[in-house]
């Protein structure tokens, strides 16, 4: 375990202020925030296009888009939200929470970390620049022979995969520099048994990326050169198997779905103690878990795949590997309910989305076991059952566990508590939108509905459902901008947070709201899970090694 001092005093670097200051910071805070703030606008961005969608689809009929129009906005939403907002905002969370959490000065390295978000940034500018000429509307999983040359020309699907390549590469050396921050920079005494759980999120979550970054990558590569003319590896004509793209891409796809809830897994686990003010229980199952969950979510992405004729032994090793992978999110789930089962619970906003996580999540989770069973998965594969599915996963775990983390931080972050009857409403909006929005998706995967298609017939007894889902979207939509409204007023307000508002028992608590520059006057050192708690009750002493200016 490193810390890092100063032994002598080094030349100060040259000042930036205003837009210059963040367009060259280093800092591993405003990089953060400029993670979170990008994450946001294009997760509006991808909440416009979903709109859109449901728009379209309330009614039988060709309403606001042409097919063409429709196809486009899907692939452009499904893709905004996972590689633009998703993933951005968790990096963004690690980016400003990590250091602080582990007692250290800033990532290991910075000009590195503040590359990663220009990149990520290019990704997005790329990816919409695809509108100025004819958007990708081969879908967000860009299957082929849909995504190649023959059956979508032009430089829409070039643009796409050409913007992905950039996000990826940004997430690979993002992924690199939190492990070594992680390994290297924690406070004295912080052993990885000591290490806050929201940091072995994180470090799951580098390790995955690592390893199944790299395998979309080539896919895109070999991809691009097909559309530039330079190789026919997807062509019809290729002696290859004609799986092989959704094999390269859901041998990374599958991992980052447990990359972008692992991060939100870890902020669950970091409020609910605070908020049921007992300790965690079963830290180390909780963190190995985390460990197990990267693992074996590299050994199941083929269950995507049951109804493309792969042999019936792959069939039900996936079957059964899937089924198995609930077993460490099990070991979370009922580890968390036993933190706040006798708990002295207080019912603030981000206690409140954490519990919109836990119930989402579970039942999103059990609708996956109920597909990882080939017969029922034949039955619903490609229906509305797996929008339903996909979103009770992502939307509620991931976005909920993003809320849970914006209200939990943002006192740290700007240095005043948001506003909790704006934070409370807020939740049973999207909560009440958020159910009415996808439940009834997997009625109408049920009922036959396929996703994907712009229209259908009033016949099929569609309609109502569809209407339901557009009433519950537009709802969702509305608490997005109950937040704003609430960001806004809070700001307007500035209640002091002070250095620790909720009584918190990790490190970036310890600093000051805002933090300062170089985080922390001295280190601090760590003898347990809590230290903050620690030092709280006098427990402990903040020894450390104090800054040199």
């Known amino acids: 375990m490193a810390t890092v001092t100063g032994t002598m005093a080094t030349p100060a670097p040259r000042q930036y202020h205003g837009v210059l200051e963040w367009l060259t910071t280093v800092d591993h805070k405003k990089i953060g925030l400029l993670y979170i703030v990008t994450g946001f606008l294009f997760f509006i961005t991808g909440g416009i296009l979903a709109l859109f969608i449901r728009l379209e689809l309330a009614q039988p009929g060709m309403q606001v888009l042409d097919t063409q129009a429709f196809n486009q906005f899907?692939?452009?939403?499904?893709?905004?939200?996972?590689?633009?907002f998703v993933i951005p905002m968790l990096i963004g969370f690690g980016n400003y929470i990590l250091p602080l959490m582990i007692g250290a000065r800033d990532m290991a390295f910075p000009r590195l970390n503040a590359f990663g978000y220009w990149l990520t940034l290019a990704s997005g500018i790329v990816l919409y620049s695809s509108f100025l000429f004819e958007a990708s509307d081969?879908?967000?999983?860009?299957?082929?022979?849909?995504?190649?040359?023959?059956?979508?020309?032009?430089?829409?699907?070039?643009?796409?995969?050409?913007?992905?390549?950039l996000?990826?590469?940004?997430?690979?050396?993002?992924?690199?520099?939190?492990?070594?921050?992680?390994?290297?920079?924690?406070?004295?005494?912080?052993?990885?048994?000591?290490?806050?759980?929201?940091?072995?999120?994180?470090?799951?979550?580098?390790?995955?990326?690592?390893?199944?970054?790299?395998?979309?990558?080539?896919?895109?590569?070999?991809?691009?050169?097909?559309?530039?003319?330079?190789?026919?590896?997807?062509?019809?004509?290729?002696?290859?198997?004609?799986r092989l793209w959704?094999?390269?891409?859901?041998?990374?796809?599958?991992?980052e779905v447990y990359i972008m809830i692992l991060p939100a897994m870890g902020i669950v686990s970091e409020v609910l103690p605070v908020f049921s003010r007992k300790p965690i229980f079963g830290y180390k199952a909780i963190a190995y878990s985390s460990m197990a969950i990267a693992v074996m979510g590299f050994l199941v992405w083929?269950?995507?795949?049951?109804?493309?004729?792969?042999?019936?032994?792959?069939?039900?090793?996936?079957?059964?590997?899937?089924?198995?992978?609930?077993?460490?999110?099990?070991?979370?789930?009922?580890?968390?309910?036993?933190?706040?089962?006798?708990?002295?619970?207080?019912?603030?906003?981000?206690?409140?989305?954490?519990?919109?996580?836990?119930?989402?999540?579970?039942?999103?989770?059990?609708?996956?076991?109920?597909?990882?069973?080939?017969?029922?998965?034949?039955?619903?594969?490609?229906?509305?059952?797996?929008?339903?599915?996909?979103?009770?996963?992502?939307?509620?775990?991931?976005?909920?566990?993003?809320?849970?983390?914006?209200y939990y931080w943002l006192p740290k972050m700007t240095g005043?508590?948001?506003?909790?009857?704006?934070?409370?409403?807020?939740?049973?909006?999207?909560?009440?939108?958020?159910?009415?929005?996808?439940?009834?998706?997997?009625?109408?995967?049920?009922?036959?509905?396929?996703?994907?298609?712009?229209d259908y017939d009033p016949?099929?007894?569609?309609?109502?459902?569809?209407?339901?889902?557009?009433?519950?979207?537009?709802?969702?939509?509305?608490?997005i901008g109950v937040f704003l409204?609430?960001?806004?007023?809070?700001?307007?307000?500035?209640?002091?947070?002070?250095?620790?508002?909720?009584?918190?028992?990790?490190?970036?608590?310890?600093?000051?709201?805002?933090?300062?520059?170089?985080?922390?006057e001295t280190i601090p050192a760590v003898h347990s899970e809590r230290p903050l708690r620690d030092m709280r009750l006098g427990y402990t002493e903040p020894e450390g090694e104090r800054v040199v200016a």
């Open 302 to 406: 083929a269950h995507h795949m049951f109804t493309t004729g792969i042999a019936p032994q792959l069939q039900l090793f996936f079957m059964i590997a899937t089924m198995t992978i609930a077993v460490p999110t099990g070991i979370k789930i009922f580890n968390w309910l036993a933190t706040l089962w006798g708990g002295q619970l207080s019912f603030k906003t981000p206690l409140l989305f954490t519990f919109g996580f836990l119930s989402m999540f579970v039942i999103g989770g059990i609708s996956g076991v109920f597909q990882a069973i080939v017969p029922v998965d034949r039955q619903v594969q490609d229906s509305y059952y797996v929008v339903a599915h996909l979103h009770y996963v992502l939307f509620g775990g991931s976005v909920f566990g993003i809320f849970a983390g914006l």
């Open 416 to 454: 005043w508590m948001m506003n909790e009857r704006w934070g409370k409403f807020q939740f049973w909006l999207m909560l009440i939108g958020f159910n009415l929005t996808f439940f009834p998706m997997h009625l109408l995967g049920l009922l036959g509905m396929p996703r994907r298609i712009a």
């Open 459 to 479: 016949g099929f007894g569609w309609t109502r459902y569809n209407n339901l889902s557009t009433i519950g979207a537009f709802l969702v939509a509305a608490s």
């Open 74 to 84: 899907f692939t452009m939403h499904g893709t905004t939200m996972i590689f633009l």
């Open 485 to 520: 409204i609430n960001l806004y007023l809070s700001h307007e307000r500035r209640e002091p947070a002070g250095a620790d508002p909720w009584e918190a028992n990790t490190l970036e608590w310890y600093t000051a709201s805002p933090p300062p520059v170089y985080n922390f």
């Open 246 to 255: 959704q094999h390269l891409f859901w041998f990374f796809g599958h991992p």
């Open 167 to 242: 996000n990826g590469l940004a997430s690979t050396l993002g992924a690199i520099n939190f492990i070594v921050t992680i390994v290297n920079l924690r406070a004295p005494g912080m052993s990885m048994t000591r290490m806050p759980l929201f940091a072995w999120g994180m470090l799951a979550t580098a390790a995955m990326i690592l390893f199944a970054t790299p395998v979309l990558t080539g896919g895109l590569i070999l991809l691009l050169t097909d559309r530039l003319g330079l190789t026919s590896v997807f062509a019809a004509s290729s002696p290859l198997d004609p």
């Open 138 to 165: 081969a879908g967000w999983t860009g299957y082929t022979p849909l995504s190649t040359s023959a059956f979508t020309p032009g430089v829409g699907v070039t643009l796409w995969g050409a913007g992905l390549l």
